[in-house]
């Protein structure tokens, strides 16, 4: 167990030979696709998130240190407009996934996935990667419907580094960094996975690999974990298993995310073996730094060396958030990542921007969880359209097609109702641009697949996405 010294200074208990550093990482987790401080469902810039703002937190925050190294801890690809235009075939998109641009630029030293890094297929995530230029850990799924198939990615990786000692000495540093994702993206993501991934129990594969990393060479094993805080013992396949991760003999810190919860903070995450002050799952130091870049996770390790071992001494644990005082302004943006991610900001406001069809009625939520919605409507006719074309022409068509949707309902849905309220008037065939956008990211916030079964009779099973709960 590390001690919590806010001041990480040089413990009283150093022997003549020992050599202390300090270890800054920094962790940014659930970015959700969240660059830039621009809201594209409502059209509108500076918000107070994005990775542009966590940027200028991150300068400030390697400035301070000596040792300092950066990752990212999964849920980075898939969540925003920014993101559908790499996925969306007739988006016109032809360069790099902008959040892979941006890591490029900000110089991350390493990734790990999280579990909406598998929501558009595995050739979709495997072309977005190509680009990095830092490395990435993903420790617990492997090819193949059998084990043990061939790892994803590379399940752990051993960062040799150079670390500056207190006195100004220059020391070689191995750092081990495994990546883990839950393991119910097989079943969130069957459509895409089933039968080309296995994902096995992320403590189990931490009991197993963090022996190995500290056997090959790592001075400290960092682990980048695709999950959050909950409490109780460790289950088979748990969802939120950073507490019993933590646990792990071996493990040195935890870098957490998954649940867009922010630790440590006063009051959060208070329950057994949990410091949220200290900032220790299990006594280990941990970090969780929310979501959508509204935060910096900042960990600062107290290293000692004796008998030419480092160990954890003493740790600072910190979620540094881009709006520093509630209600108050947030950090600026870092006009940079601006400039780099200009190319991709234009297609995807073009790409937004796109008609997809006219109402001549105003469209609402209201009671949507209620018969007859107007918009549920909508998207069910929307649904049969497109698979009366797809079977057009096969031994399917002229089948009779039933087609179901949930209303969904969220802040986005309500600023469109909104928007439809005041306008005193229904939307016209044109020159409506601007009710078609928000109706049309209103039905749906992300991009949806439509999925189909063919019942063939009382007792058949109708095959349907899995919809449980995901972050
Ligand atoms: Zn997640």
Same mark, same amino acid.
């Given at each position: ?77 898939? $969540? ?87 006195? $100004? ?132 390790? $107290? ?169």
């Amino acid at each position: 167990m590390t001690t919590h010294d806010p001041s990480l200074q040089p413990s009283p208990h150093l022997r003549p030979n020992d050599l202390s550093a300090t270890l800054r990482l920094l962790a940014t987790t659930d970015l959700h696709a969240n660059l830039l401080p621009y809201d594209y469902y409502a059209d509108k810039g500076d918000q107070p998130y994005g990775l542009a703002r966590t940027a200028t937190l991150i300068r400030a925050a390697r400035a301070e240190a000596a040792n300092v190294m950066l990752f990212d801890n999964g849920d980075a690809l898939q $969540g925003a407009p920014l993101s559908d235009i790499t996925a969306q075939a007739d988006s016109g998109w032809s360069g790099a996934h902008p959040m892979i641009t941006a890591m490029n630029h900000l110089g991350y030293d390493a990734a790990g996935l999280g579990n909406h890094e598998f929501n558009f297929g595995l050739d979709w995530l495997m072309r977005s990667l190509a680009a990095a230029r830092f490395l990435i850990t993903c420790g617990n799924v492997h090819s193949g419907p059998d084990v043990p198939g061939p790892p994803l990615l590379s399940p752990y990786l051993l960062l040799a580094r150079q670390i500056t000692d207190r006195q $100004g000495g220059c020391h070689p540093l191995t750092v081990g960094v495994l990546g883990l994702v839950p393991t119910q993206i097989t079943v969130w993501d069957t459509h895409h996975l089933a039968g080309q991934l296995t994902a096995h129990d992320m403590v189990q594969t931490a009991r197993r690999l963090v022996p190995q990393m500290r056997r090959e060479a790592a001075d400290l094993v960092i682990v980048l974990a695709h999950t959050g805080i909950d409490a109780g013992p460790h289950l088979p396949g748990m969802e939120n298993a950073a507490l019993p991760l933590a646990a792990v003999p071996g493990v040195d810190a935890i870098i957490a995310g998954h649940s867009h919860q922010v630790f440590p903070e006063v009051g959060n995450l208070r329950q057994a073996a949990v410091d949220p002050e200290a900032g220790t799952p299990s006594g280990i130091p941990a970090v969780m730094a929310g979501f959508r870049g509204s935060h910096l996770g900042v960990l600062d390790l $107290g290293l000692v060396r004796r008998g030419g071992k480092w160990r954890v001494q003493s740790h600072r644990a910190e979620a540094r958030p881009v709006v520093p005082v509630r209600n108050q302004a947030p950090v600026p943006a870092d006009p940079t990542l601006g400039a780099a991610l200009k190319t991709a900001h234009d297609a995807t406001l073009a790409l937004i921007a796109r008609r997809v069809g006219h109402s001549a009625a105003p469209l609402h939520t209201y009671l949507a969880m209620a018969p007859c919605s107007t918009v549920v409507r909508v998207v069910t006719r929307t649904q049969r359209a497109a698979l009366s074309r797809a079977v057009a022409g096969t031994a399917h068509e002229g089948l009779p097609i039933l087609s179901a949707s949930a209303p969904f309902q969220d802040r986005r849905t309500w600023r469109a109702v909104a928007f439809h309220r005041h306008s005193r008037r229904p939307a016209q065939p044109s020159p409506c641009r601007r009710s078609l956008r928000f109706s049309q990211h209103a039905l749906r916030a992300a991009p949806q697949r439509c999925r189909t079964a063919r019942l063939a009779g009382a007792g058949s099973g109708l095959l349907s996405p899995d919809h449980s709960r995901r972050h």
